[in-house]
């Protein structure tokens, strides 16, 4: 991609910004505020949200989850049998010219339970597992934060159905640990399980994925030896206390949820009689599970844990672009020649390379920009760099002059 030509360019403004993300994203072009909340994506990320999706569906596969799409707008009536109508207090509701009225979807057990009584013929066909990669809608009182919080948001939602409470289990502890995947090819390799009682959308069981950093809403008691967590409301123990698992002294902190898991028993299969017949003859609810992670949020919160004062550092799974092939002198015929053909041999190679071939932008202003753009290799071809390019980590300090041909090996998958 010729960042010429890309929409949404860094933003040299000081306006000042509540939470780091959004300022990083919207100065670096990734995003724009429609209204509080509400956010489009713009090319650079909306890449990032397809990478983390991919990853997420690519995990989703490995444990037999299939992927559909649900509606969005959902007829009052399905949200009249959980009763969750009235009494979901984030739930937009909305009245068609035609007297019919709607929730814009926050979740989807109501439309996700009914489609398996229809489509669910027997006994046998258990488990079966269903995901889909869509917006939610929540009237939240005061988002902030950025894309942490926002009343227009992307969510992976998968919901497992069973025949028993141990098989959901079984499924259960796969999720776990089909999450960890997820956040760690994300590049949070920390993450913080903590046990809930459940919020607002149930009241069973329920663990949540957290993500150490100050930027969070959520308060642990954590192990920094180990993997013990407790959510801060629901603590039975406190700051310096020795860790039950490890005697380490525990530590308190904020954090970020990232992820979000629930046993959800028979609750919804009985507002919607889903059953099936076991083996003994008996009719039963099929028990089912709901596992939630806020894909939007994910990017916020990377960016809340990958950055430093110059802007972002994106872990290279979910980077918008491979590397930065940056071009200085290009009013040098001959050094535009040697950078064009390297973007697109680049190109060839199957790298995702975006290229900065702004002929009117300083030098310094040009290395700003990446920087503060934050994909995690940068390559520099310049006046100085004759027949090599510069290669540089964005978290580090050091470049190093290479080949052009060693640089492709580098980054050719
Ligand atoms: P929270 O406790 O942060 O309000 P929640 O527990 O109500 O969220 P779930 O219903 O479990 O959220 O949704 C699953 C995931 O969706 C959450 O773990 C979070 O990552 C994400 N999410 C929830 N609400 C929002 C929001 N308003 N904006 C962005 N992401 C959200
Ligand atoms: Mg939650």
């Known amino acids: 991609m010729l960042y010429s030509k890309i929409f949404g360019k ?33 090319p650079l990320g909306k890449r990032v949200l397809t990478k983390i999706e991919n990853i997420i569906r690519q995990e989703m596969e490995k444990i037999g989850a299939q992927e559909i799409e649900m509606p969005l707008l959902h007829p009052k009536i399905l949200w009249e049998k959980t009763q ?5 207090d984030v ?23 009914p489609l398996m009584k229809k489509i669910l013929k027997s006994g046998k066909d258990l488990p079966i597992a269903l995901y889909h990669i869509t917006k939610k809608f929540r009237d939240e009182p005061r988002p902030k934060s950025g894309i942490l919080r926002g009343r227009e948001f992307g969510m992976k939602d998968l919901y497992s159905f069973h025949k028993d409470k141990d098989d959901l289990h079984q499924y259960y502890q796969k999720v776990i640990d089909a999450y960890l995947n997820v956040f760690y090819r994300c ?23 957290n993500v150490l950093t100050n930027a969070g809403e959520v308060d642990l008691i954590y192990c920094n030896s180990c993997s013990f967590a407790q959510n801060e409301e629901v603590a039975t123990k406190k700051q310096n206390d020795p860790c039950p698992k490890c005697q380490t002294p525990l530590k308190k902190g904020k954090a970020i949820e990232v992820g979000n898991i629930f046993d ?9 009689d889903l059953k099936f017949i076991d083996d003994d003859g008996q009719e039963k609810y099929v028990v089912m599970g709901c596992y939630g992670i806020g894909t939007t949020r994910l990017i916020g919160a990377i960016v809340e844990v990958y950055h430093d004062e110059k802007g972002i550092i994106w872990p290279e799974e979910v980077s918008p672009y491979q590397v930065h092939l940056v071009g200085l002198n290009l009013n040098e015929r001959k050094i535009k020649e040697k950078c064009y053909n390297y973007y697109q041999r680049l190109n ?3 790298i995702e390379v975006l290229f ?31 027949e090599n390019v510069e290669v540089k980590k964005r978290e580090e300090n050091k470049s190093k002059i290479v080949s052009l041909e060693e640089a492709i090996k580098l980054f050719k998958k």
């Open 91 to 113: 739930l937009f509701k909305t009245k068609s010219q035609y007297h019919q009225e709607y929730a814009l979807a926050p979740t989807h057990e109501e439309t996700v339970t």
């Open 187 to 209: 590049g949070l390799k920390e993450i913080k399980i903590t046990e809930a009682s459940g919020g607002s959308f149930t009241k069973k069981f329920s663990h949540e994925f």
């Open 356 to 386: 900065d071939d702004r002929e009117n932008v300083s030098s310094g202003e040009k290395l700003v920009d990446s920087d503060l753009i934050g994909i995690p290799y940068r390559l520099v071809i310049s006046k100085k760099t004759k």
């Open 10 to 42: 860094t933003q040299k403004e000081t306006k000042k910004y509540e939470a780091k993300n959004q300022e990083l994203l919207t100065k670096a072009g990734f995003i724009d505020q429609l209204a509080s909340g509400i956010y489009t994506l713009l």
């Open 264 to 272: 959800l028993e028979t609750r919804f299969s009985q507002a919607f």
């Open 348 to 350: 060839k190679e199957g």
């Open 84 to 88: 969750r109508w009235d009494s979901v």
